[in-house]
């Protein structure tokens, strides 16, 4: 049984800039990719919070993260720009692509970008929020490790790529659907894994192609499933997705793709031969007054949501759950009463503090 320990939003956030800062950060980057990772804990999003952290420092220890990076454009047109983020933390480089990405569109009505030579870059619904922020559309989506298994075959030759768009509403909040394009993403097995308990079958295949709900199927050979599990449940949809997001990612970039992309999880290195450089996203925001005005979209996104929220349920108590309301009340929730990280995460991050000489978690 793994026991949580609760930790105050500002001490989580002072203990993960103080060890992006001992990587070579400088203070508004530590302060970035700590808002990044921090925007998951509270949302309820465990998997891309702080439990990441100590992944970002491997990498970094392995030469694969350039904690001083010169992140600029290298070819642009009025309304899209291709960014190179010179093997930065995703953590910082996407937020910098996302205010090219807003400037456009305040002046085209819309900016697209794609980014090469990049890291991990959190949750996609951070991205995609800026733009909300500004009453805009929000769109990002990125390639990741290969650990994804294409419709039909056991070879990892995609990642967990997921997709992102972003809506502003009233009196609600935005609507947002950040999903990943496999039936899970891999933070949730590395959460398994540390809470010692099985996955769900439909999740992850052996080696040999055969449902397995061994958190640790991936490190065996195993992968995970496209969104769908098998080809009688809608596989092909969930390939469809993933390499829609990892051409638009990265073969529109400069990135290195499929197979080829740069793994974030300890047990995998780049293969030799990369086609490209690092890895690879894709962001937009979208004027929502390029179609109609700010104040009529929200009070039909408005309705929007109170009419599904309506819907008659099949049980009473569950009702229907708009996308990205549970993510609100989580965040409500934990900015108010702490942050819940179980005992394994803490102590890993611990690990980390000791090895940078900073004060530990208690």
Not at 3 to 29: A, P
Request: net charge negative; proline share 7%.
């Amino acid at each position: 049984m793994n026991e949580y320990s609760i930790i105050e939003e500002s001490t989580l956030r002072s203990f993960t800039e103080s060890v992006f800062k001992s990587m070579g950060c400088s203070d508004g980057h530590a302060a970035l990719a700590a808002d990044v990772l921090l925007k998951a804990d509270l949302r309820g999003v465990d998997s891309h919070g702080v439990a990441r952290l100590t992944g970002y420092v491997r990498l970094w220890e392995k030469g694969r993260i350039n904690s001083k990076p010169n992140i600029r454009i290298i070819h642009e047109t009025p309304s899209t720009a291709t960014i190179d983020g010179d093997a930065g933390l995703g953590l910082v480089v996407a937020p910098f692509a996302m205010k090219v990405a807003i400037e456009k569109a305040k002046i085209a009505g819309s900016g697209w970008i794609a980014i090469k030579n990049s890291n991990h870059f959190g949750i996609a619904g951070y991205h995609a929020l800026m733009a909300v922020e500004q009453d805009m559309v929000g769109f990002a989506v990125t390639n990741a490790s290969p650990l994804v298994a294409p419709t039909f075959s056991t070879e990892r030759m995609l990642g967990t790529n997921p997709i992102c768009y972003a809506f502003p509403a009233g009196k609600y909040p935005p609507f947002i659907t950040d999903m990943a394009t496999s039936t899970a993403a891999n933070g949730k097995l590395e959460i398994a894994q540390r809470k010692g308990i099985d996955v769900p079958a439909g999740w992850i295949q052996d080696k040999g192609g055969n449902t397995t709900t061994n958190p640790h199927g991936l490190k065996e050979g195993g992968s995970l499933l496209p969104l769908g599990s098998d080809r009688e449940h809608g596989s092909h949809k969930g390939f469809g997705l993933s390499a829609t997001v990892d051409i638009l990612s990265a073969v529109l970039s400069g990135a290195s793709y499929g197979p080829w992309a740069p793994p974030f999880v300890a047990f995998m290195d780049p293969l030799p031969n990369q086609p490209g450089q690092g890895l690879g996203h894709f962001l937009g925001a979208m004027r929502v007054d390029g179609f109609r005005p700010v104040d009529e979209f929200k009070s039909h996104m408005d309705n929007w949501i109170d009419r599904f929220k309506q819907a008659t349920p099949i049980t009473p108590d569950q009702p229907v759950v708009i996308p990205g309301e549970p993510e609100y009340e989580a965040e409500i929730d934990r900015r108010k009463n702490g942050i819940p990280l179980i005992d394994v995460v803490v102590n890993d991050l611990n690990e980390v503090a000791e090895k940078f000489g900073i004060e530990k978690l208690k």
